[in-house]
């Protein structure tokens, strides 16, 4: 089975601005996790969605949003952004009934100046 | 507060040399531990699971267990290319959380040849 897969592997953006970052997850697998990545505060959880729907919610602001298709992919965006906002994106797909075990794709590296 | 804390922050290991990585944990009902490897500049990669008190796994030259309150990650003669993160995560007990896991800091781990 192909992993997961994130679109774009980078990315540059100014201050103010918005962005959207794309995610693939295995196929068969319903749920899609998000996480952001930063030395200082390391993985944090930002939403979960499955079968289209937002399950659960992290600690972050507003500006961070996401969506699910019916397909599966999921999109996460980021309005007006923040220089605090660069950091790897992750994102993870697992079955999201029974074991629970979720698989990361390679990341977004997002980079705010 | 639900808290994952690892130890050490990093070791450094001679190619042969054993030792183990700690874990613990502070959750209101645990319904999953997690352990991943990371590589830098790539997401994690999936190494096991464990859900309950005296479960252990083993792959290669890792073997992970699992306490009440902490989970041990033994490596047995590592290797250089066994250098990495390495991630503990845990998933607690809810149906509203069951795509959020509480990550660690991480051990980064070097075996020097």
């Known amino acids: 089975k192909a992993g997961v897969t994130q679109t774009p592997r980078y990315l540059i953006k100014t201050r103010g601005q918005q962005v959207t970052l794309s995610c693939s997850p295995i196929?068969?697998?319903?749920?899609v996790s998000w996480y952001q990545q930063t030395p200082g505060q390391g993985l944090q959880f930002l939403f979960e969605?499955?079968?289209?729907?937002?399950?659960n919610k992290g600690n972050f602001p507003g500006r961070f949003s996401g969506r699910q298709f019916s397909n599966s992919r999921s999109e996460m965006n980021v309005s007006t952004l923040e220089l605090g906002d660069s950091a790897l994106y992750l994102c993870?797909?697992?079955?999201?009934?029974?074991?629970?075990?979720?698989?990361f794709g390679p990341g977004t590296r997002l980079t705010v100046t | 507060e639900d808290q994952v804390t690892q130890s050490p922050e990093a070791l450094r290991l001679q190619e042969g040399e054993s030792s183990s990585l700690n874990c613990s944990y502070t959750?209101?009902?645990?319904?999953?531990l997690f352990w991943y490897r990371q590589d830098p500049g790539k997401g994690p990669e999936f190494l096991f699971t464990l859900y309950s008190a005296g479960e252990e796994k083993e792959k290669e030259r890792l073997k992970a267990t699992l306490t009440k309150k902490e989970s041990f990650l033994h490596i047995t003669a590592p290797k250089p290319e066994d250098s990495a993160t390495y991630l503990c995560a845990v998933r607690e007990r809810g149906s509203s959380n069951t795509g959020k896991l509480i990550f660690g800091q991480g051990t980064t781990l070097q075996v020097k040849p």
């Open positions: 959750v209101s009902g645990l319904r999953g």
């Open positions: 196929s068969g697998h319903r749920s």
């Open positions: 969605y499955f079968s289209e729907t937002q399950r």
């Open positions: 993870a797909s697992s079955d999201g009934r029974t074991f629970y075990e979720q698989y």
